[in-house]
Structures are given as structure tokens and as C-alpha cells.
């Protein structure tokens, strides 16, 4: 502030400090609130009594004025400083800082020029009336590039979609937008009525568009899925598709046909046994044979191969369909929550899904059903101990997956298909399999996307993480060779011994 002297005298006139302070001071007041009033956060009670006279300037990150403003605002600051005696000698330091900061402000949407606070947000004018317009004019916007454009100040006006996400992502508010289409007013309080409540709207809003964006990307993969599946992209022609597959699948698994221990009837005219127990334990091992025979037989891709290569893939994978087969019959018809049982009373014995030795007793009672004689339990536990500790745990981490019928039907293809690193197939025959694994494999995750599954199943990765666990059960399988023991503790075999 320039201040003239005398022109009679020459000598600077005598000022009245406390009058011309409360001079300035009234003025830079209502410069202040003119300027500023509707670019300035609330100050808190605890806050107020902090304030000093090197009050935040223009410039600071909660300041949103232009240049010119701040300028004019840090000019009359330093006056008023110099009149009431105050320290002002870092005030051109402040000054550089705070024009520095104010020009470097950017708009939060587009990164262009920020003119102060919008709806919520530090933004240009031109995102502020698209914000406005849209909220107004209640706009829906869609995006043809996923939701994935990028918004800056060259190119924010090629998609309004991504434009207005990212203004609500940001934070603007369109509870803050008047619906009566008239000015909101610098010194109303309405826009910011809910400004308190802005933290928790902006949580809220951003996980709704990560859903979104999530939702519609999984929608994406599942129709590129459901596009490699349609008839002209398909290798094999003669496979239906989609849910056409599974039912198909679905109603050749005849579960209770491979689990039904009929090698263990007894002959009812004599009532004697038909063979000695143990060659009926072991014929069951055949009749389990027979029956994946038969139902690799209904399978639709049945004609797609040649029949050494449905023998050389049941060869490989027989143990781990049975074990895969034992497992769901196992979690369909008990409980995995149910207590475990030490007896047998009745026809109530359930299998274990946690307790080996509740397995093992259960073995022992119903292998004593069948030989009709008492066998020792140290005996059992040293025969089959391993098997059925490998067993139960395969139980307990498959009842965790809750597969549904048609995963489990999806499953057992894969797991026939899954060919050995060292298999003596021809090339040829080993591609074909690979592409039909490859085809259930996205039937499948086809159908644990179905809006209509259920929100606890398992996701694919889960599933097929799952397998290598089924393989190293598989071995132990065939190292006890006593194969009918899954079979034996999922289905009691007192009607078949009894039958009349």
C-alpha cells in the first residue's frame, strides 16, 4: 500500500494506527468473503481458536481460487501486516509458494485448470456443468470399451460413460446438484449439506463401480467363453454346448450303478455265498471296471476318439474316477456337519469327513459283516490305515468345494481326459484329447458363472487346484489294491449279506 506524504510539508502525515488497522482489516474481511466464501471447507470448533493473524492463504491445498485472486488477496495481506507492525520478512517467500501452488491446482477429473470446488470436488468448469447436466438431465450413459477409456483434458469428451464414473469417483456429489436447474448461490449451504457424509458416499460409490466393473468383465469373459463354444468354432461338431452338455452328461452318471457292491450278494435260494468273501471283495474291483467301461461308452464324445484311446485314458485315470465317484456319493447322501459315530447302530453309521479312525472302525465292522467274523482292528489299521487316512482328507477338502450335480459331472470328464507327460498316444490323438479337456473345462466355467448358481460354490481355480490332491490319493489307491474299500465306507453292505 502505497501511502503519499504532505504536499505542504513533505513529512508523511501522522495516520491513526488502531483506526486505519480496523480499516484494513474490515476491508481485507469483506474482500475475503466476496472471494472466497464458497471455495472454503467449514473450520471446526477446535480449530477456531488456533487462527492467527498468518491465517491459510489462497494457495494451500484447501484453497481453490484462480491467480489473479490470490494475488490481489496476498498483496492486501502484506499491507495490512506492515500497518499493524507484523513480521512480514519471509511475505515474499509465502507469496512465490502460494501462487506456486495455486497454479499448480489441477482439475481431479481431466487434470485440466481447476477453478475451485464442485459437487465435492476440485474441478474445471467444463467438468463441473457435464457433472451438472448429467445429474440434471438424469443421463445414462454406456460405455463400449469396458469401462476402460481414459479421461484427461484432450480426449474427456469422447466417453461420457467413463467421464462420469470417474466424476463420482472422485468424489462429486449428486445429492450437491439442484434439481430446480437454478443457481445453487456462493453463500447457501444446500450443496454442502451432505458434506459431512461425503468420506462415506465416496467408500460406497467407488465399491459399486468395482462391482460393476467386475460384474461386466466377468460377463465379458463369459460371453468370449460361450462364443468359442457356438457350432462354427467348435472342433467337434457332434458336442452340444452349454447347459445341452451337462444335462446330457448328467443323466448318463449313474452314480448308484457303479456304487452298489452287488459282488457281494448273497445267493438267495441257498443263502449261502455265490464265492468265497474274499474273491467277492475282490470281484468288486472288476464289477467297478465294467461299470466305467459302460459309462465311458455314453459319453457324447465317445466317437470323437478311437478305442485305444478310451482304453489307454481309462487305464490311466480308472482310480481317480472311482475316488472322484466315492467322494460326491459320499457328500451327497451324509452330512459333512453330521457327528461322527464310533458303532454301528442300526443302518445309522455315517463315513467321517475329519476322523480316520472313526473310518477305520467303520471298515472294520463292515468287513466283518461280509467275512462273517470278527477281524482285529490292528489288522485293519495295518492293511488299510493309509488308504483310508488319504481318504478322509481327500473327503473332507472335496466336501469344502460343495459341487454341485453338474460340476461333478463337468469334473469327471476333465478328469478322464487328463493325460500323462510320458503317454504313448499318437500326437494326433493327444491334441484331440487336450481340445476336448479344454472344451469341458469352459463348459464348466461357463456354468459356475450362471447368475442362478449358488453363491456358495466354489470357483473353477479352486476345482482344478483340487485335482492334484484327487492324483496323489489316486496312488495310494493302487498301492493297497484293496480298491472296493471307498465303495464299502460310503454304502453299508448289511442289505446286500442279508438278502432274501
Not at 494457495?59 to 507492525?85: I, K
Request: contains cysteine.
Amino acid at each position: 500500500m502505497n501511502v503519499a506524504a504532505d504536499s505542504t510539508t513533505g513529512t508523511p502525515p501522522v495516520f491513526d494506527h488502531e483506526s486505519l488497522a480496523l480499516v484494513a482489516q474490515s476491508n481485507l474481511l469483506q474482500f475475503y468473503l466476496t472471494h472466497l466464501a464458497s471455495t472454503l471447507m467449514p473450520i471446526k470448533p477446535e480449530t477456531r481458536d488456533s487462527i492467527t493473524p498468518n491465517f491459510s492463504l489462497p494457495g494451500s491445498p484447501n484453497s481453490d481460487t484462480d491467480d489473479s485472486v490470490s494475488a490481489a488477496l496476498v498483496s492486501s495481506t502484506q499491507a495490512l501486516f506492515s500497518l499493524l507492525g507484523t513480521n512480514t520478512t519471509n511475505s515474499s517467500a509465502v507469496s512465490k509458494k502460494v501462487v506456486s501452488k495455486t497454479a499448480s491446482k489441477l482439475c481431479s477429473v481431466c487434470a485440466d485448470k481447476s477453478t475451485g470446488l464442485h459437487y465435492g470436488a476440485s474441478t474445471c468448469e467444463g467438468c463441473k456443468g457435464f457433472f451438472k447436466r448429467s445429474v440434471q438431465n438424469k443421463k445414462i450413459y454406456h460405455c463400449n470399451q469396458n469401462n476402460l477409456c481414459e479421461i484427461d483434458k484432450q480426449n474427456r469428451n469422447r466417453c461420457q460413460s467413463c467421464r462420469f464414473r470417474k466424476c463420482i469417483s472422485k468424489g462429486m456429489l449428486t445429492e450437491a446438484v439442484r434439481e430446480d436447474r437454478m443457481p445453487g448461490g456462493r453463500n447457501g449451504n444446500s450443496i454442502y449439506s451432505n458434506y459431512k457424509q461425503r468420506r462415506s458416499i465416496i467408500r460406497r460409490t467407488k465399491d459399486y463401480i468395482a462391482e460393476q466393473e467386475q460384474e461386466q468383465r466377468e460377463r465379458e469373459r463369459e460371453r468370449e467363453l460361450e462364443r468359442e463354444l457356438e457350432p462354427e468354432r467348435r472342433p467337434f461338431q457332434s458336442l452340444p454346448s452349454g447347459k445341452k452338455l451337462i444335462k446330457e452328461l448328467v443323466e448318463m452318471d449313474c452314480l448308484d450303478r457303479l456304487i452298489n457292491l452287488r459282488g457281494l450278494r448273497i445267493n438267495p435260494s441257498t443263502n449261502c455265498d455265490i464265492a468265497p468273501a474274499c474273491k467277492r471283495l475282490t470281484r468288486i474291483g472288476d464289477e467297478i471296471v465294467e461299470q466305467l467301461v459302460e459309462w465311458t461308452k455314453t459319453l457324447p464324445f465317445f466317437d470323437e476318439l478311437p478305442v485305444e484311446a478310451h482304453t489307454h485314458l481309462l487305464t490311466q485315470r480308472w482310480a481317480e474316477l472311482v475316488l472322484l465317484s466315492a467322494g460326491y456319493y459320499a457328500c451327497s447322501v451324509f452330512s459333512p456337519d453330521s457327528p461322527d459315530t464310533t458303532q454301528m447302530i442300526d443302518e445309522s453309521d455315517e463315513i467321517s469327513f475329519t476322523n480316520p479312525e472313526v473310518n477305520l472302525r467303520l471298515l472294520q465292522n463292515r468287513l466283518a459283516l461280509v467275512l462273517g467274523k470278527e477281524i482285529p482292528f490292528e489288522h485293519v489299521s495295518k492293511e488299510a490305515g493309509a488308504l483310508v487316512v488319504r481318504f478322509t482328507t481327500l473327503l473332507h477338502s472335496f466336501s469344502k468345494l460343495k459341487v454341485s450335480p453338474e460340476a461333478y459331472v463337468c469334473l469327471k470328464a476333465i478328469t478322464l481326459l487328463h493325460l500323462s507327460a510320458d503317454s504313448t498316444l499318437d500326437k494326433s490323438i493327444i491334441d484331440k484329447v487336450k481340445t476336448l479337456q479344454d472344451h469341458f473345462v469352459k463348459t464348466l466355467q461357463i456354468h459356475l458363472h450362471q447368475p442362478g448358481e449358488n453363491s456358495e460354490t466354489t470357483s473353477l481355480a479352486q476345482i482344478l487346484e483340487w485335482l492334484p490332491e484327487l492324483q496323489n490319493a489316486s496312488s495310494v489307491l493302487l498301492h493297497s489294491k484293496m480298491f472296493y474299500v471307498p465303495f464299502l465306507l460310503c454304502k453299508n453292505p448289511r442289505r446286500l449279506v442279508f438278502d432274501e
